[in-house]
């Protein structure tokens, strides 16, 4: 009887295992825009993936951990602390991401439409200081833009992305707290609904 529940579970594990590469696999818009697609991802990035030992990790429910990242002014800024008091969407990006670079008129949209009590937009940037200058500077972006070195302990990372995956987003409450967590682009409609919190 044992041998035959140990069969069982481990054909559910591996079942949920090939239902979530096949999402990654195939980029199915319609689970993937889905929470709960969101969150079988999420859980078969985590349980596939290791973060180096002593790196505060973002978890759902729970409040984010601080990190100092620089803005494109060379200022350093304390995340979540600067933005306390409202909804943030934190999206993590690069320069050189196509599927990045085309949901960047939907997030400065959707930022522009939030006016001074909405859900901020905050932009890292996982890319080199004067390529994301010249990016911005080419395509207008008017939301904060903030800087972090790609690796292992990227500001990714501690939001609950440990494979790097990109474009990557995250919605945090106004006291700090890790919301949802967006794998890959979004669609131009599905951030306001996304983000609502």
Known sequence: MRANVAIVLVALVA??????????????????????????????MATT?????????????ESMPAMTLVSLDGDRVRVPTAYAGRPLLINVWASWCGPCVREMPAL????????????????IALDDIDAVRAFVRNTGVRYPILIDAPGPTDAGVRLGNPKGVLPYSVLVSADGRLLRQHLGPFADDEIAQWASP
Do not use: C, H, Y
């Open 49 to 61: 993936s290791s973060t180096p030992e002593g790196v505060a990790v973002a978890r759902r429910g």
């Open 108 to 123: 400065q949209r959707f930022a522009g439409d939030q006016g001074g009590n909405g859900v901020q937009v905050v932009g």
């Open 15 to 44: 079942a949920g295992l090939g239902l979530t590469a096949g999402l990654m696999a195939s980029g199915s818009p319609l689970l993937l825009r889905t929470e709960v697609g969101q969150r079988a991802l999420g859980w078969w």
